[in-house]
């Protein structure tokens, strides 16, 4: 398949396009229910004179949460991406007060023995 699509580019070209309007779609509805939306509900009903509208309600969707999270992190990734990289610079120095000390002195101090 792969290989007639490259033999037939106008079809390719014509399956990518197809791919970009369902793509654009998605998005759309996408946006729609991160912010929340508002639609009619049609009622019918099956009479002896056919299928009637009995009832229009007008209904609100409210926002989703999850979807405005993922269109938020998709779309602004260095403000709302999980993961934060911080780089720290600097010369981070530790003090040892006992880093001249001989292994001598550093026996006593641990057996408590005070050499003065």
């Not at 398949?1 to 759309?28: C, M, P, R, T, Y």
């Not at 009479?47 to 209904?59: P, S």
């Not at 609100?60 to 991406?81: C, G, H, S, V, Y």
């Amino acid at each position: 398949l792969g290989n007639w699509k490259k033999s037939h580019l106008e079809i390719l070209e014509a399956l990518k396009k197809g791919k970009e309007v369902v793509d654009i779609q998605v998005e759309n509805a996408l946006f729609k229910r991160a912010l929340g939306y508002e639609f009619v509900e049609i009622t019918k009903e099956l009479t002896d004179a056919g299928l009637l509208v009995t009832k229009e309600v007008t209904k609100q969707q409210a926002p989703d949460t999850t979807a405005a999270i993922f269109w938020l992190k998709n779309r602004k990734p260095n403000e709302w991406r999980d993961k934060r990289e911080t780089q720290i610079s600097g010369d981070i120095g530790v003090r040892n007060p006992m880093q001249n000390l001989t292994e001598e002195e550093l026996r006593r101090l641990a057996n408590g023995i005070d050499g003065t």
